[in-house]
Nanobody, 119 residues
Framework: QAHLVESGGDLVQPGGSLRLSCAVS????????IDWYRQAPGKERERVAR???????DYAASAKGRFTIFRDNAKNTVYLFMNSLEFDDTAVYYC?????????????WGQGTQVTVSS
C-alpha cells in the first residue's frame, strides 16, 4: 500500500505555475503536520513548505511569496500551489509527515513528482 502519493509535476516554462498534490493514507494524515520537500540533482533534499493539522503554514525563504501550501482534510490531501516558477525550482518534489513516516523501522518516502522548469 502506498502511504504517500505525489502527483502534478510537469515541464513548465519560467514564470509558469503548477499544482502538486500529496495523497496521504488516512491513518497518517489527521493530526499530523505535512511537509513538502524537493531534491534537485546533486543536492540534498530540502523542505520547502509545511502545514500543521491546524492549518498553520511555514515556507522556506526560496518559496515565500511564490508557493502556497493547503490541506484538504476531507480528502487526506495536501496541495502545493507554485507560481512564478524559476529554473532553480527544478527538482523531484516529495511530501511526508513531520517527522517523516517510518514503516518497518525504515524511513518511508513516496515516489515523488518531477518538476522541470525550462524554456
Amino acid at each position: 500500500q502506498a502511504h504517500l502519493v505525489e502527483s502534478g509535476g510537469d515541464l513548465v516554462q519560467p514564470g509558469g505555475s503548477l499544482r502538486l498534490s500529496c495523497a496521504v493514507s488516512e491513518s497518517f494524515f489527521s493530526r499530523n503536520t505535512i511537509d513538502w520537500y524537493r531534491q534537485a540533482p546533486g543536492k540534498e533534499r530540502e523542505r520547502v513548505a509545511r502545514i500543521t493539522d491546524g492549518g498553520s503554514t511555514d515556507y522556506a525563504a526560496s518559496a515565500k511569496g511564490r508557493f502556497t501550501i493547503f490541506r484538504d482534510n476531507a480528502k487526506n490531501t495536501v496541495y502545493l500551489f507554485m507560481n512564478s516558477l524559476e529554473f532553480d525550482d527544478t527538482a523531484v518534489y516529495y511530501c511526508n509527515t513531520d517527522p517523516p513516516l517510518r514503516i518497518n523501522s525504515k524511513q518511508y518516502w513516496g515516489q515523488g513528482t518531477q518538476v522541470t522548469v525550462s524554456s
